[in-house]
């Protein structure tokens, strides 16, 4: 990052701005987003604000304002930061080319930082149409890792742009949690957490048209209770726009063996762009069924908790996926009862106005619940409230909870036997003449169940927004959403909107 500091010394607070050397603006598309910083430093400043300039460019791009900054004029913004501690992160505009644009064409863009209690300080960023462009190889999906077993990835790129990245990339490798990552090198930085991850400058030259990897594998040891996860990188050139996510203060750490390298390789059509793969182990998750029992009045409707524990050993994270990706449990209510509801917190009802469960209505033969956590550990829970009329006595009824396993990310059970728990009721009340042994739920259902199968539902209900209950070993309530990361058609975790603020210099 080029820094700009002010001309003359002024007491008390100085500002700093964090502006990138150089911004490649493509000749079809749209530029990335503008990556601007501004620092107090020595004390607090304040009515801060920042014009930015990109007149230069007057013809050859148009500037789409982002953040809360405002137009002043064409090509022109002014970013008022009000008071300011520490440092904050700019999210000022991107540029798209106009039609006359091309390769080749160049401009800059100005900055001048004031405030009323410290000097004024300018900057500046070089502007390319065309420029470097560098696109990653995907990582292959890997299977059948071994519990606590190692695996390699070799991070590999190429240069599909119109102008040399001629002072060198970086690379930041970032991953899911479930791993870590050795720290071989000396010339990369390494973070504390995998999500947050690691990053390498290499001085190499990159040609247009040239494609490298490095020059040794990046290697990483799997936690013995991880199931799935995923290893990503994304490359840029020196002095170019950098990830939102990437703030140098982040990784603390150094590598201490020999630096990491870039050898050449072949470019091709294998390169496209997104340099991300999932890998699997062998880890396997007990499901366990948690069935409870329907006590009351014929007529009466009363709740039941229903659900799902993972009783482990593995871990089944995805956080960096769909919630729903841990599986289902199958609800069959016993014969002479009605399910009229699986409602959300506070919305009971008969029938609740929200089924959490499909189909959504009552009165059905069966349903199919979602085991909606992102972070389904071993000891941990996912429970649905029903409301279930009883409607006559059934001698000998029995319902049943069936876990299912999700056939894309299985969990191996290897324990079969409390996969069904049973549904019972206890009702008061004229029993009905000949029940028959069909009215019970299907043998297929029941056959699994056991008395080590079966179990009172844990309390906690369902979480909002439609999502079911997760609790853990201590019945905290997990979160039953997605995280912040969201990976979708191979787009990275770390390649989200910037956050507005920060709270001080590279702060998270």
């Not at 409602?343 to 009165?363: M, V, Y």
């Not at 079966?454 to 309530?477: K, N, P, Q, R």
């Amino acid at each position: 990052m080029a820094v700009a500091t002010p001309a003359a010394h002024a007491a008390g607070a100085t500002l700093v701005l964090d502006a990138q050397e150089n911004y490649y603006l493509p000749t079809e598309g749209e530029g990335p987003n503008l990556g601007l910083g501004i620092t107090a430093s020595g004390g607090d400043a304040h009515d801060v604000s920042v014009a930015v300039d990109a007149s230069s460019l007057a013809g050859k791009a148009t500037m789409v304002v982002t953040g809360d900054c405002v137009s002043t004029g064409t090509l022109k913004v002014r970013c008022d930061v009000g008071p300011l501690s520490g440092g904050e992160s700019i999210d000022p505009f991107f540029l798209k080319p106009t039609a006359a644009a091309k390769a080749g064409d160049t401009g800059a863009i100005t900055y001048t930082a004031t405030a009323s209690d410290a000097a004024t300080v300018t900057g500046k960023t070089d502007v390319l149409v065309g420029g470097p462009k560098l696109v990653a190889r995907p990582y292959p999906a890997l299977k059948g890792i071994a519990p606590g077993a190692g695996f390699e990835r070799t991070p590999a790129f190429a240069d599909t742009g119109t102008a040399p990245a001629d002072k060198g990339v970086m690379l930041l490798v970032q991953d899911s949690e479930g791993v870590s990552l050795a720290r071989d090198h000396s010339n990369c930085h390494y973070a504390d957490r995998p999500d947050v991850g690691a990053w390498c400058r290499f001085d190499t030259p990159v040609a247009p048209g040239a494609a490298y990897e490095t020059d040794a594998p990046l290697r990483y040891t799997a936690a013995k209770d991880t199931m799935y996860g995923y290893n990503s990188y994304v490359v840029w050139p020196v002095g170019g726009t950098a990830p939102d996510s990437f703030h140098p203060s982040d990784f603390p750490g150094t590598g201490t063996g020999a630096p990491l390298g870039l050898k050449s390789v072949a470019s091709g059509s294998g390169f496209t762009g997104s340099g991300y793969g999932t890998f699997a182990t062998t880890q396997h998750a007990d499901y366990q069924a948690l069935g409870d029992t329907a006590e009351g009045k014929v007529g009466k409707t009363v709740s039941i908790t229903l659900g799902v524990r993972n009783n482990g050993p593995g871990w089944m994270n995805f956080r960096w996926m769909d919630a729903d990706n841990s599986g289902t449990f199958v609800v069959t209510p016993p014969a002479g009862t009605t399910i009229t509801g699986a409602p959300g917190p506070g919305e009971q009802g008969d029938p609740g106005p929200r089924w959490n469960c499909t189909p959504g209505k009552a009165g059905a033969k069966s349903y199919t619940c979602d085991i909606a956590s992102t972070d389904f550990k071993p000891g941990d829970s996912v429970t649905q409230e029903f409301t279930v009329r009883i409607d006559r006595v059934v001698p000998g009824a029995t319902g049943s909870v069936r876990a299912v396993e999700n056939p894309e990310y299985p969990n191996r059970d290897d324990d079969a036997s409390n996969d069904t728990a049973a549904i019972t009721v206890k009702a008061t009340g004229s029993a009905t003449s000949s029940p028959s042994p069909s009215a019970s739920a299907s043998p297929s259902a029941t056959a699994t169940a056991s008395p080590s199968g079966s179990g009172a539902g844990t309390s906690g209900g369902t979480t909002t927004g439609g999502g079911l209950a997760a609790t853990g070993a201590d019945g905290a309530l997990l979160r039953a959403g997605t995280a912040a990361l969201l990976v979708a058609g191979g787009a990275l975790v770390f390649l989200a909107a910037r956050r507005s603020r920060r709270q001080g210099v590279g702060g998270r």
